[in-house]
């Protein structure tokens, strides 16, 4: 059985960081590159960030870079998102998911994603 597992939300003063993680099974984790995800309510789901399967090139929407960091570890199927200097528009629900797309052609079209996680929760107060 294929799963994108998230971990690692949850609520943090705005200035403050938290790390996501995001663990899969049941897929050649490395063969894929890895994006995140979020969805605020009432807004449309917003890709942020993707890390390459082979090279680990990263990319980073403009809402994020300078702030967010992706990285992953293969050897332990694992991708994280390092998120610094949060602020409450941060607040969402983020997933991670897996492609064979890479770059900003996956983060800016998610339908590319092969398998999504459930998500895990942020709230940053003001």
């Known amino acids: 059985e294929v799963q994108l597992v998230e971990s690692g939300g949850g609520l943090v003063q705005a200035g403050g960081s938290l790390r996501l993680s995001c663990t899969a099974s049941?897929?050649?984790?490395?063969?894929?590159?890895i994006g995140w995800f979020r969805q605020a309510p009432g807004k449309e789901r917003e890709g942020i960030s993707c890390?390459?399967?082979?090279?680990?090139?990263?990319y980073y929407t403009t809402s994020v870079k300078g702030r967010f960091t992706v990285s992953r570890d293969n050897a332990k199927n694992t991708a994280y998102l390092t998120m610094n200097s949060l602020k409450p528009e941060d607040t969402a629900v983020y997933y991670c998911?897996?492609?064979?797309?890479?770059?900003?052609?996956?983060?800016?079209?998610?339908?590319?994603?092969?398998?999504w996680g459930q998500g895990t929760q942020v709230n940053v107060s003001s």
């Open positions: 998911a897996a492609s064979r797309w890479t770059m900003s052609p996956f983060v800016h079209n998610p339908e590319r994603a092969a398998y």
């Open positions: 890390i390459n399967a082979n090279d680990n090139s990263t």
């Open positions: 049941g897929f050649t984790f490395g063969d894929y590159a």
